[in-house]
């Protein structure tokens, strides 16, 4: 009988928490304008800068990056693309497998490969999840909500 694998949904990531994915939720908010320190603690700069950037979406203002903040948060990236959003996807990839491409910001061959040897080991069994090297919601959500198999 084969394995099928369901994409988990966006972990919910809250003051005091720590490492993975906080460093993730720093990066993202970075890249949204919202300055934060790149440290793996959620402390209450991180939580002010969630609650801020909940308010500019009209999101609920919590401070939790939740099922309805991470869609918000995430910005889809490709090869050629550099910044804290890609960076935040190198810092998933890094978690997963501290052999790959280093956490520099730059998405370049390194780290596209990275990305679709990602989503073809989970979109062989999630058809959701495309091989295009792009790191879009499904993706994201991949990364961060550690698809299980069930």
Same mark, same amino acid.
């Given at each position: 009988m084969a394995t099928t694998l369901?994409?988990?949904?966006?972990?919910?990531?809250?003051?005091g928490d720590k490492n993975h994915p906080v460093k993730t939720v720093q990066d993202l908010l970075n890249a949204q304008g919202f300055t934060?320190? /790149?440290?793996?603690?959620?402390?209450? #700069?991180?939580?002010? &800068?969630?609650?801020?950037?909940?308010?500019?979406?009209?999101?609920?203002?919590?401070?939790? /990056?939740g099922p309805a903040?991470?869609? &918000?948060?995430?910005? #889809?990236v490709r090869q050629g693309d550099e910044g804290d959003a890609v960076r935040g996807v190198q810092e998933e990839l890094d978690f997963r497998d501290p052999k790959g491409p280093k956490v520099d910001g730059e998405f370049g061959p390194a780290t596209d490969a &990275? /990305?679709?040897?990602? #989503?073809q080991s989970i979109g062989a069994k999630v058809s959701v999840v495309k091989v295009d090297g792009i790191v879009g919601v499904i993706t994201w959500q991949a990364l961060v909500g550690n698809t299980s198999a069930e």
């Open positions: 369901n994409l988990n949904p966006f972990p919910e990531v809250r003051q934060v320190d /790149v440290d793996g603690e959620f402390g209450p #700069q991180t939580q002010q &800068a969630v609650r801020d950037f909940q308010t500019t979406r009209s999101l609920s203002v919590d401070g939790i /990056v903040t991470w869609p &918000a948060l995430v910005i #889809q &990275a /990305v679709r040897a990602f #989503q």
